[in-house]
């Protein structure tokens, strides 16, 4: 799940992964795990905090399920109320990035709270996961000891996907990674190394979750994320 607060522009959500839901402008936004693309535009620059959060935290950090988010993106207000406008108030205050780092440890260890999703569904996470996604729903149900609709239907409810979607995103993930390491990896090569059929498989996935061919997602957002050297003056 992603987990944003912008430190000077608002977040311009030009799509949403749900196209039902409208695009605006967001300070701070809370979204949860999708399938398909969201796209953010901006002039060249935007600076922020970005915080990648398991779905299994959702209920400790945010007070409930990831799949009451599944596919949403919401304003980090809506969730976890005023708290939010004052952290980012003191984030924009704070002389430089240990100091916004620093807050928002303390903000985050003050927000949590003893709240768990169910052993079994985070047994299935964490096997999906050391796995890289290379595990079918009926071997993990056998794993976890529940039958495979009830694993479907829990799984889903407290991530928001279900346990198949997240093998695809998380295979998708590694190979992205891999890609944004060693963007000259052939493709081919790249597939056979995280479990797909051939290049096209791969290529098709690359447009259905990130929107975009893997040639132009290494062009355009392979090296998208970088922390400021300098800090970003606060604001007023």
């Known amino acids: 799940m992603t987990v944003l607060l912008t430190l000077e522009d608002p977040l311009h959500m030009a799509a949403h992964p749900d196209p039902a839901q409208p695009g605006g402008l967001f300070d701070a936004l809370v979204g949860g795990l999708h399938t398909t693309p969201a796209l953010i535009t901006h002039d060249g620059r935007q600076s922020g905090i970005q915080l990648a959060l398991s779905p299994l935290a959702a209920r400790a950090v945010l007070g409930l399920p990831a799949g009451e988010l599944a596919g949403l993106d919401v304003h980090a207000e809506d969730v976890l109320g005023p708290r939010v406008r004052r952290l980012r108030e003191r984030l924009l205050a704070a002389p430089g990035w240990p100091q916004r780092f620093a807050l928002l440890d303390a903000a985050l260890a003050g927000w949590a709270r003893d709240a768990a999703p169910p052993r079994e569904v985070a047994h299935a996470w964490h096997l999906l996961h050391g796995r890289s996604g290379r595990v079918r729903v009926d071997e993990l149900a056998r794993e ?10 829990r799984f889903r409810a407290e991530t928001g996907l279900t346990p198949k979607q997240v093998a695809r995103v998380v295979r998708f993930d590694r190979a992205r990674r891999a890609l944004q390491a060693a963007p000259r990896t052939p493709l081919a090569e790249l597939a056979v190394a995280h479990g797909y059929y051939d290049q096209a498989h791969l290529a098709r996935e690359f447009v259905a979750l990130a929107g975009v061919p893997p040639s132009r997602w290494v062009r355009d ?16």
């Open 144 to 153: 976890v000891g529940w039958s495979r609709r009830h694993l479907q239907a």
């Open 221 to 236: 957002e392979g090296h998208a994320f970088v922390q400021a050297e300098e800090p970003v003056p606060a604001a007023g």
